[in-house]
């Protein structure tokens, strides 16, 4: 396997360990920040947009199967969010993205979309109306996720883009 | 012609290949079922927990673990027996104060614990530290001293999932203590409500919930909150109650799974029973 995938999966499960375990303590009203949501951004802006959705696609299944979750309801949410968080990769604005108050902002976009399809997909209830899916299941566990991706922003090397 | 296609590839291949992915995606979704899926989720998560274990040991170092689990297995136990007594109390005020109920069930506690949790807002799964091996199956419902968690979802040999009371795939039949009338509770993405309560019930705001004997799932009663308030009261034919649930689930850590699995037979000859001509 290509070190440019295999890295980003002892990422992934390291993350996923203390997303499963440590961040339970600082969950609000049942919502946690989702770390994986942030590490897939991060290799998506810092690679590109197909990197992303492939990447988002293994971080998804992996997901699914490890939690339990409905098995393709986060391959098809983080699949969307690699896709979106892609279209930063800019090899002109990519260390801005990544070093700057504009990641957070990505994160907060990408996390209201990846909340609200998973949500979507893993809801059997049909009744449950857009608005409360776009604000309950979305821009709170984006708004989370955002706010904890600033540290990334604090602890980012800025050689590492050159 | 080639170069058409490929100029057409050229300028929208991310776009072909999200497609591509999402439709995987959706076919993933409808193999959810089949038993080859379940068999390597079982391996997945059953390999997952016992790293996170490890992390979850680590974290809860500094308690008295075993100290705690033997309170907490006398506290259950006590729970479940209070309730009990509670239910044979409200009967016996009905008309059966001079039956002799003869308690013929007892309730085998099995001793868990959650090593990771997946918290979301629609989906909540815990991974419970106990599999086939201890006896555990698909079905069994899961408590700790305060009541209702979850229903097991998955087991692999060592390891469990469970559904906690606030998955939108889970809906139970509860009961109110009091008044003694059935209703389907379910997670709505925000709070557990009983849905489709006739305006005519005589449900209030404090009232005791528990699980029902009518319930295909669990049918010995456990407890699983109190009554918050009835919404939609203004409009529409039938109420919503929203429940709070006794059990604090992001600070649960030590559980018990009740070691019975509701009889697929009784189901069966209920079924028949009213599908006669």
Request: with cysteine; hydrophobic share 45%.
């Amino acid at each position: 396997m290509r070190s440019d995938y295999f890295i980003p999966l002892i990422f992934f499960a390291v993350l996923l360990i203390i997303q499963t375990t440590v961040l339970n303590f600082i969950s609000i009203n049942g919502i946690v920040p989702d770390l994986i949501l942030i590490l897939l951004v991060f290799y998506s802006i810092k690679n590109n947009q197909i990197y992303g959705m492939v990447l988002g696609f293994v971080f998804g299944f992996l997901f699914d199967l490890i939690t339990g979750s409905l098995l393709g309801s986060s391959v098809i949410s983080k699949t969307i969010t690699g896709f979106t968080a892609g279209y930063f990769s800019n090899e002109n604005k990519r260390e801005f993205y990544l070093s700057s108050y504009a990641f957070p902002l990505i994160v907060l976009l990408c996390g209201i979309i990846d909340s609200f399809v998973f949500s979507f997909f893993s809801s059997s209830d049909l009744r449950t109306s857009f608005v409360f899916l776009m604000l309950q299941q979305g821009i709170y566990p984006g708004l989370y996720t955002a706010s904890i991706s600033i540290i990334v922003v604090f602890f980012m090397p800025k050689r590492s883009f050159r | 012609m080639i170069r058409f296609f490929s100029k057409i590839w050229d300028g929208f291949k991310e776009y072909f290949i999200l497609l591509f992915l999402i439709i995987i995606g959706l076919i993933l979704i409808s193999v959810n079922q089949k038993p080859a899926v379940k068999s390597v989720r079982a391996v997945a998560f059953g390999t997952f927990a016992s790293i996170s274990s490890l992390v979850s040991d680590v974290v809860n170092i500094g308690q008295l673990k075993s100290e705690n689990m033997r309170l907490r297995e006398r506290n259950a136990e006590l729970m479940l027996q209070m309730n009990k007594l509670r239910e044979y109390g409200i009967i016996n005020e009905e008309l059966k104060g001079l039956v002799k109920l003869k308690d013929t069930t007892s309730y085998p506690l099995i001793p868990v614990r959650i090593v990771s949790k997946s918290l979301s807002t629609s989906q909540n799964t815990i991974t419970l530290l106990g599999g086939s091996n201890n006896g555990l199956k698909p079905g069994m419902p899961v408590v700790n001293d305060q009541g209702l968690l979850g229903v097991i979802l998955s087991t692999s040999n060592d390891y469990s999932i469970a559904r906690t009371l606030k998955n939108m795939d889970l809906k139970l039949t509860v009961k109110d203590e009091r008044s003694r009338l059935d209703a389907i509770m379910k997670w709505n993405g925000e709070d557990l409500v009983m849905v489709n309560v006739p305006k005519t019930y005589d449900i209030k705001p404090g009232d005791r919930i528990m699980t029902s004997e009518l319930s295909s799932i669990i049918s010995i009663p456990i407890p699983v909150g109190i009554v918050m308030e009835l919404s939609k009261v203004e409009t529409g034919i039938f109420n919503e109650v929203k429940i709070k649930p006794y059990v604090n689930f992001a600070r649960a850590e030590n559980v018990f799974v009740v070691g019975i699995v509701e009889s697929k037979q009784k189901n069966q000859l209920e079924l028949n029973f009213f599908n006669r001509k």
